[in-house]
Every structure is written in structure tokens, then in C-alpha cells.
């Protein structure tokens, strides 16, 4: 496995224009801007973006519900849920945000990069099938799994630290045995989702592990859960890929979550993910889901770059 560090990042995801919105072009500006002042960017490979094709999303989700994005956006927008807003050229950036993360799996499964960083929006572990949700309108780490499952994987293993429950995520592998997902998040807080006893169905039972965690729980609490319950259960799993749906709004400074978590927390907690990686060859593909404050996102998002193999 290679060990240089990939990084996606294109402009056509700041063509997905939301206003004062919190999930707004300004987030990816501050990452690339802290990236380069902390001269990691010069450090890491850069890799090319392209649009998904439409199959490549329909992996996930339905072929209607791809074209009714299509149609709003194209009609100018507006809000596709409560929460999540749109404008005309954001079905292209959620397209751009698909094939990003398809590029950055096709690196690591072919050596190229040991891990890579998806700068990309819009976000996606909310996104349901047929339903945008949560500032979410495709779920980029669901297709990118479906994706490398499709390239011939059979285990992969996606681990969300997102202050908000991964629900999108949860769904599409709800039944599955080949996908092991695991979340950490504040519980009660939005989608609602992401119970302890949410555990799978079918042949998938177990392979759902849901650690909904206290406001103000703070770097210990996280690290005693990825200690405790993420890694014996990773390596027993021995997954090929790791995906990480990495949001930062369980950082102490972000305004829409209270977990308390630092910017040295979210290192440690890629540590784990790096020897999970390590230990077993998986090489890890890290994309961006959430995360607020722009300089608490800008300075954890290079403290996991920093950590990851």
C-alpha cells in the first residue's frame, strides 16, 4: 500500500450556493486555506474530481428522485427539505461531490494513495433513497461503498463521527452484511435516529453499531467508545476499506452540536482509525459530512489529514 496522502477538491463545489446557510461554500474555502498555510497541501497528491454518472448515483439512490433534483435545481431552486437548500447549479456540485469520492476509492483500491481526504460538498450521510435530508442531498460515503462493493470488496467499514446520526447511511445498510457501520453522536439531537438498539435486521443484525452520547461528553468519552466498542469489533470485521464520514461538528466551538470534542480529540480519533488501517491494510477514504465553525473545521480537518497513513 502507498503511502502518500490524497487530497479531492474541485471548484464546482462552491458552485452550490446557499446563502447564510451554515453548510455554505465558505467551509471548503477555510479547509483549503488552513491546508496551505499549514503547507499540507503541498504535501499531498492531488487528485482530479469528475461528475458521477448518473448509474454511479443511482447505486444508491432511485433514478426518480435523482431527476426531481435535477428539475428543482434547474427550475432555481430553493429548500428540497427544511433544512436543506439548493440552488440552480447545486445538482452539478452534489454530482462533482459523488465523483470525487468515487476518484478517491479508485486511488486507494488501486494503491496509489494509502488515504484520502475528500474536501467535497454538499455533505451526504443524510440523504435517504429517495429524500434529501440534513443539508444532504446525495449520500456520498453510501455510493462510495456501494461503488467498491461493486469493484469486487466484500467487507467495508464506514465510521461516522459526525455530531448528527448518519440515518442516510444506516439505511442503505440496514440489511447488509458487508457493510459495518458505526456512529458516535449526540443523543437527543437531529435526525432523532441512532439508537444503541438500532443494531441491523436480516442478515445485517450486528453489523449496525449505534454509540448515541451524552451533550458535553467531551475527548474521554470518545475515545473509551472507539476503545471500547468501534475497534474489537473493526477487527474482527477485518474490513478491505475504511470510509470515515468525517464531520467536525462534534468540535467544542461548533454551533449546531454540544459534544465538546477538540481539535486534539479528533486527532486521536484518527489515530485509531490509521492503526485500524494499519493493522489490517485497509486504506481509508475520509469525507467531509459536517462542521461549522470554520476555523475549529479548517484546524481539525489538517489534525486528521496529519494522522491518517
Given amino acids: 500500500m502507498s503511502s502518500l496522502k490524497g487530497l479531492v477538491f474541485h471548484e464546482n463545489y462552491l458552485l452550490h450556493e446557499t446563502g447564510g446557510h451554515p453548510e455554505r461554500k465558505e467551509r471548503l ?53 427544511p433544512d436543506t437548500v439548493v440552488s440552480r447549479d447545486s445538482y452539478r456540485a452534489a454530482l462533482w461531490a459523488v465523483g470525487g469520492a468515487l476518484v478517491a476509492v479508485d486511488a486507494v483500491l488501486e494503491g496509489r494513495c494509502s488515504s484520502v481526504f475528500c474536501a467535497v460538498r ?23 461503498a456501494r461503488y467498491a462493493l461493486k469493484k469486487g470488496l466484500d467487507r467495508v467499514l464506514i465510521v461516522d463521527w459526525d455530531a448528527h446520526h448518519g440515518n442516510g447511511t444506516q439505511e442503505a445498510f440496514y440489511t447488509s452484511a458487508q457493510v459495518l457501520y458505526f456512529s458516535t453522536h449526540q443523543w437527543p439531537l437531529y435526525p432523532g435516529s441512532g439508537r444503541a438498539e438500532e443494531r441491523g ?20 468519552v470518545f475515545m473509551e467508545v472507539f476503545d471500547r466498542v468501534l475497534l474489537p469489533r473493526a477487527r474482527e470485521f477485518a474490513p478491505q476499506l475504511i470510509l470515515l464520514s468525517a464531520g467536525y461538528d462534534a468540535h467544542a466551538l461548533d454551533p449546531l452540536a454540544s459534544l465538546e470534542l477538540s481539535t486534539r480529540g ?17 486504506p481509508v477514504v475520509a469525507l467531509l459530512e459536517g462542521g461549522y465553525n470554520l476555523s475549529a473545521l479548517a484546524q481539525s480537518v489538517a489534525a486528521t489529514i496529519e494522522v491518517l497513513p
Fill in 29 to 81: 474555502m477555510a479547509v483549503i486555506d488552513y491546508l496551505k498555510e499549514k503547507g499540507l497541501l503541498a504535501e499531498m497528491v492531488p487528485l482530479e474530481a469528475r461528475e458521477a454518472a448518473l448509474e454511479e448515483v443511482a447505486l444508491n439512490h432511485s433514478p426518480r428522485y435523482i431527476e426531481e433534483v435535477r428539475g428543482f435545481c434547474e427550475a432555481g431552486g430553493g429548500h428540497l427539505d
Fill in 122 to 144: 454538499p455533505p451526504g450521510h443524510h440523504a435517504l433513497k429517495s429524500r434529501a435530508m440534513g443539508f444532504c442531498i446525495f449520500n456520498n460515503v453510501a455510493i462510495a
Fill in 201 to 220: 435486521a436480516g442478515p445485517g443484525y450486528g453489523y449496525t453499531i449505534n454509540c448515541p452520547l451524552d451533550p458535553g461528553s467531551g475527548d474521554d
Fill in 266 to 282: 479528533f486527532a486521536a480519533l484518527g489515530r485509531r482509525i490509521t492503526r485500524l488501517s494499519q493493522e489490517g491494510g485497509a
